[in-house]
């Protein structure tokens, strides 16, 4: 367990990347910007609470791609249900983080940080087999297509967005909990590679 927790530098990426994410979430909620729109004319306002989980995502893959190959190759070492508790403790300090800062600020937007961090994590870990380079910009990928196309003319987030729903969306809540499970599941099934 050891090993792997150095290879994967854990204490030297993920942690820092944690770090920055609690700075994004507990010193940002409500706090947006102005971004043009593509689809209609004007502008909508862009969460910056929205970019919160790009730092947690990108440092988990890159912990989850951290190997020594020639350690991990015995068949008796538990490499996969270790990035496995990995995703999980990582998907977890996010809802628990968000839950935090949005019950004590009363902010929505930190409430669905941590269900976007799941959605977000989902879809890098689902890209990642089939484009290993690109996967780390899928999260910051979605967050600007949902604030460019996004949005209608009056402003209202379409549904299949995720990230700017409210935090009681049952569909974008249900989209985030089956894309992170996917996620998982092709984590387990085609073992990250660098």
């Not at 929505?108 to 940080?113: E, F, G, R, V």
């Not at 949902?146 to 809540?173: I, N």
Request: net charge positive; with cysteine; proline share 7%.
């Amino acid at each position: 367990m050891i090993w792997w927790f150095k290879a994967r530098r854990v204490a030297v990426v993920l942690i820092p990347c944690m770090a920055i994410f609690a700075v994004l979430v507990a010193g940002f909620p409500g706090v947006a910007v102005e971004f043009p729109s593509l689809l209609v004319g004007g502008s909508n306002d862009f969460l910056v609470m929205l970019l919160a989980p790009v730092p947690i995502t990108s440092g988990l893959l890159l912990s989850l791609t951290a190997r020594l190959v020639e350690g991990e190759a015995a068949a008796w070492r538990l490499v996969s249900r270790y990035d496995t508790a990995l995703i999980l403790a990582t998907g977890t300090f996010a809802v628990m983080l968000g839950a935090l800062v949005g019950q004590l600020s009363g902010s929505d937007d930190a409430w669905s940080t941590g269900r976007n961090t799941l959605f977000l994590t989902g879809l890098m870990l689902l890209v990642h087999p089939v484009a290993p380079q690109g996967a780390v910009a899928v999260p910051v990928g979605w967050i600007f297509t949902v604030v460019f196309v996004g949005f209608d003319q009056f402003h209202r987030s379409y549904a299949w967005t995720v990230l700017p729903r409210p935090p009681a969306d049952l569909p974008a809540l249900t989209a985030a909990l089956i894309t992170f499970a996917a996620g998982l599941a092709a984590h387990a099934r085609y073992q990250l590679r660098p």
